[in-house]
């Protein structure tokens, strides 16, 4: 950095709290007589960047959204400030990215209108608190260890990184998503480093423009204009070499051995019909109706298809060996036999003898029997299929019995199918239920136990369109280029779609519409493991690592310094 005389006043840029007692005022800025706009300016501008760049939106600021945060935390006076100034960039982001919570609560939790909203402006206020939590963090260490502005800088991205990275949130997203929203080609590169790294990466090159707005890069009369400069130059060279870096990489993943044709069925069915196939059993023929209509007509036009799947709770009653004399089981199976067509189906499960219910992913076989044990899905949607502490406060579903009343499955499972259909094939299947497509660790687990392909079955139809409907989408893609499995999708009312190993999107379904399509689904027999499938639970560990190596070097520096001034 330069020095504090050489540098330029940059208040205006940076939105500095620091007294300002010219002449024509009386009392100083950080007095009450400053206006909230005055002094949160910066962080509200942030938040209004991030949330206007993050899927569904192109990610027009995606390199410069944090910068006016940066700015800001560099010249916070106290660290509450810093920490406030935090919250108001997530509370903001968070009523534009995620304003269709307000509409699940409604829908999904059975809230009144206001409840939504309010609900909404309780997730706004507290679902990603690592924001204020990382400008809190340096505050303290800048005035502890007295660390440089530059190494402040470094501090407050790598400190911003590793909360980014521990803080537990409902629905986990970060700004390494919008590379593959946006088919940069580095997001090709995510096989190597994730889409966490890539988020990490954004972070840094964020940082980099806030040094160079700091050093005077928007001030043309000014010395230090060619080191801010060159500070921005670094920026953008790491942008353009990582997406060099992924360039070609899919290449390699498009050699394949083995293909899986899969007709995917998209029933359209409504959130009030779900509810009443819920409280009234004579509900649940219609739907299986419509589901089998569909599939039959999509198996009329491809004859092909080797395996047929259904989305999330498609099939509206249990589907547990159990239950195979029932009326409904019969028809699904009398259907199966009929078209010689295994099939995948999002179902309710029932442990036999208790009253546990599972949100399941069965199989049948052309047979119409269970040809595995049904997948229970393991991570539950907060106030839709579990109320928080259920698990450990009892009573909690006669408090709420609209919050929903699902347990947990085991975890990861592969399902090692055997379509004995009219095409013969194994494949070792990977089952994701929603959101659990979400999670990295989830999907590097079934890469670990053999998947071959991945299966995601879900329904969008409770969170409103298109910003979650998409949001869901290419986060759950994300897993496929991470860990170099193709991935097909089935949803209630969309995006139903696949996505290869090579990152190839296949069509995509409209909307809210009834559809059928046919996925030809190229993927490799024991594919090969990437580096971040192996090494990514490392990337908490390498960022606490760089945040010492950043004040340990910045001390040794400064020490260095006084030193050799005092030989001087």
């Not at 002449?23 to 206006?35: D, E, G, I």
């Not at 547990?320 to 309710?348: C, H, I, S, W």
Request: glycine letters at 8%.
């Amino acid at each position: 950095m330069s020095s504090k005389e050489s540098q330029p006043d940059t208040s205006s840029l940076t939105g500095s709290n620091e007294p300002n007692t010219d002449a024509n005022s009386k009392t100083p800025s950080n007095s009450a007589s400053v206006s909230f706009w005055s002094r949160y300016r910066l962080p509200i501008l942030s938040g209004l960047l991030v949330g206007t760049s993050y899927i569904p939106f192109p990610p027009w600021a995606l390199f410069f959204c944090l910068v006016p945060l940066f700015l800001f935390w560099l010249r916070a006076p106290s660290k509450k400030v810093a920490f406030f100034g935090g919250w108001i960039t997530q509370f903001i982001l968070n009523l534009i990215g995620f304003h269709w919570i307000a509409y699940t609560a409604s829908e999904f939790g059975h809230f009144p209108w206001w409840g939504g909203v309010l609900t909404l402006l309780g997730f706004a206020a507290i679902a990603h608190l690592h924001y204020p939590i990382a400008g809190w963090l340096t505050h303290i260490a800048m005035k502890r260890f007295k660390l440089s502005p530059m190494a402040t800088f470094l501090f407050m991205a790598f400190a911003f990184c590793l909360c980014d990275r521990l803080y537990p949130m409902i629905f986990p997203w970060h700004l390494g998503y919008p590379w593959l929203w946006a088919n940069l080609p580095g997001a090709q590169f995510a096989d190597v480093i994730g889409f966490e790294g890539l988020n990490y990466i954004t972070i840094f090159v964020n940082m980099l423009i806030a040094i160079a707005v700091n050093e005077g890069l928007l001030i043309r009369e000014n010395p230090s204009r060619t080191r801010a400069i060159k500070f921005a130059a670094v920026g953008v060279a790491i942008v353009v070499i990582v997406n060099l870096l992924g360039l070609g990489r899919a290449n390699f993943w498009k050699e394949t051995d083995a293909e899986l044709n899969v007709i995917a069925v998209q029933g359209n069915i409504g959130n009030f019909e779900k509810f009443m196939v819920e409280e009234r059993a004579d509900f649940r023929v219609p739907v299986l109706e419509k589901y089998l209509r569909l599939t039959r007509e999509a198996l009329d036009k491809h004859p092909e298809a080797q395996l047929a799947i259904w989305p999330e709770t498609a099939y509206p009653t249990f589907l547990n060996k159990e239950y195979l004399q029932e009326p409904l089981q019969r028809r699904l199976r009398d259907f199966l036999v009929e078209t010689k067509t295994p099939l995948m189906a999002g179902a309710y499960s029932r442990q036999f003898g208790t009253r546990k219910v599972y949100n399941g992913l069965f199989y049948l076989n052309a047979a119409g029997l269970l040809g595995e044990t049904p997948y229970h899905k393991s991570i539950l949607l907060v106030f839709g299929e579990t109320f928080p502490l259920s698990e450990y406060i009892p009573y909690m579903d006669k408090f709420f019995p609209d919050q929903g009343g699902f347990e947990r499955g085991g975890g990861p499972t592969v399902m090692n199918l055997k379509l004995d259909g009219k095409n013969t094939g194994e494949v070792a299947i990977g089952p994701q239920i929603c959101y659990e497509g979400l999670y990295p660790w989830f999907s590097a687990s079934l890469a670990r136990q053999g998947a071959e392909v991945i299966a995601n079955v879900t329904n969008d139809s409770w969170f409103w369109r298109p910003f979650e409907p998409n949001q869901h989408l290419y986060m759950t893609f994300a897993r496929a280029v991470e860990f170099r499995r193709p991935l097909f999708r089935s949803t209630n009312t969309g995006i139903t779609t696949a996505i290869l190993a090579s990152g190839e999107v296949l069509q995509k379904s409209p909307i809210g519409e009834e559809w059928t399509g046919l996925f030809k689904i190229p993927y490799r027999k024991n594919p090969p493991h990437t580096f971040y499938e192996r090494a990514g639970h490392l990337w908490p560990w390498a960022l606490l690592v760089f945040l010492v190596l950043v004040i340990a070097g910045d001390r040794l520096i400064l020490s260095r310094i006084k030193l050799l001034s005092g030989r001087g």
